[in-house]
């Protein structure tokens, strides 16, 4: 976790991509977060969201890049690529991340963070830790949260009144809330 990181233009536009893949996901009904690989020389190589409301909890979309680089890329070409993501990974992504051999990660909000405002509302806590990086996977360069510089974390139902997002209730209904909304915002602070 590097607070004091202050991330390129290019990098905030891939921060931004993240977030409209995030956004993608809820509105298909799933989690928010959205991650990207994208290579030493600037292109996207791979972008993918979460995906785990069919049951499957490990599809995120940390853990779908680490199964493409498996494939995809020889161990010179991961360690030079960057993954941006929404959120931090969860300790079973960046353990994926440490065994796959990527490079550097960015991302916008942190584990605590999530849990923290997780908590706040009341929600129930994810089944496993909220761990940095860098506890699971030691040798991967982690440059977050970028969040509180940055790139804001926000919440909210289509009339603009801030409510609980349906995932976090712990009931999973989302036709409980008006629009159950729990997204990264894209604006800049």
Request: hydrophobic letters at 40%; charged letters at 20%; a negative charge.
């Amino acid at each position: 976790m590097t607070e004091s990181y202050q991330p390129t233009a290019t990098e905030l536009n891939h921060l931004r991509h993240c977030i409209e893949v995030a956004r993608e996901a809820l509105d298909d009904g799933d989690e928010p977060f959205g991650s990207l690989l994208v290579s030493a020389s600037g292109e996207v190589l791979f972008a993918d969201r979460n995906r785990v409301k069919g049951g499957d909890a490990t599809r995120h979309p940390e853990f779908e890049i680490d199964r493409w680089v498996a494939a995809n890329l020889t161990p010179a070409e991961r360690s030079e690529c960057t993954v941006y993501t929404s959120g931090e990974r969860c300790p079973m992504c960046a353990a994926a991340h440490g065994w796959v051999g990527l490079g550097r990660i960015i991302y916008a909000a942190s584990s605590a963070q999530l849990a923290r405002w997780i908590a706040e509302w009341g929600g129930t806590p994810g089944p496993v830790a909220a761990l940095p990086i860098g506890e699971g996977a030691p040798g991967v360069v982690a440059l977050g949260p970028l969040l509180s510089s940055k790139l804001r974390f926000g919440r909210y139902t289509g009339e603009g009144a801030h409510q609980r997002p349906a995932w976090a209730n712990g009931s999973g209904e989302a036709g409980q809330l008006t629009f159950n909304v729990f997204t990264l915002c894209r604006r800049l602070v």
